[in-house]
């Protein structure tokens, strides 16, 4: 029963998809349910599985390639989304507000940016991505890059404040 999901783990879960632009969770279904009796009633919440596919990057020259602005808001919400909005009306306007509080600090660009910075420098400091593309090459022909990354961040973070705009009341 969708009035059983937990609906501010779903509203993070499907912004956070949104914001990632994650087809592999969104369109696959490529998502693990986790159900917990509550005063005997299941509570729903779910949780992403498999995340390789987003920010950006594509499988190369021949395959699936998207860009920051590649959706509208009708695609940004996972299948269940008409089932969801069935028992909240609102649903809307419920993820855009959440999605301008994310926006003030832990999805603000300057916020992202820094922690982007900050795990960059560990990453290489390990050598992580060395021995990464000594084993497997480079899989993603540099759309893994962190300036990539910065690159999608900048330009899908106004993308998504404008699709949310239109559903603030």
């Known amino acids: 029963d969708v009035s059983d999901m937990e609906i ?22 490529n998502t ?14 779910i949780t992403l599985w498999d995340t390789d ?12 390639a998207y860009k920051p602005d590649g959706a ?18 609102q649903l809307d306007n419920m993820l855009a507000q959440r ?3 994310l926006r003030k600090d832990i999805l603000a660009e ?3 940016l820094r922690i982007i910075a900050e795990k960059e420098e560990r ?5 992580a991505m060395n021995r990464d593309e000594s084993l497997w090459g480079l899989y993603y ?4 890059s962190t300036s990539s990354l910065r690159d999608y961040i900048t330009r899908r973070l106004p993308f998504l404040d404008e699709c949310h705009s239109k559903f603030i009341q």
């Open 53 to 64: 596919y987003a920010f950006g990057v594509g499988w190369g020259t021949d395959g699936f």
């Open 141 to 144: 022909k540099g759309a893994d």
């Open 32 to 45: 693990f349910y986790i159900i917990k009796n509550a005063e005997s009633k299941p509570h729903i919440s």
């Open 123 to 127: 990453i290489n400091l390990c050598g």
């Open 8 to 29: 501010r783990n779903w509203i993070d879960v499907s912004l956070f998809i949104d914001f990632g632009y994650m087809p592999d969770n969104s369109g696959y279904q």
């Open 110 to 112: 300057d916020n992202i």
């Open 99 to 101: 999605w301008s509080q």
């Open 72 to 89: 509208d808001e009708n695609r940004r919400y996972r299948l269940e989304y008409e089932s969801m909005r069935t028992v909240y009306p």
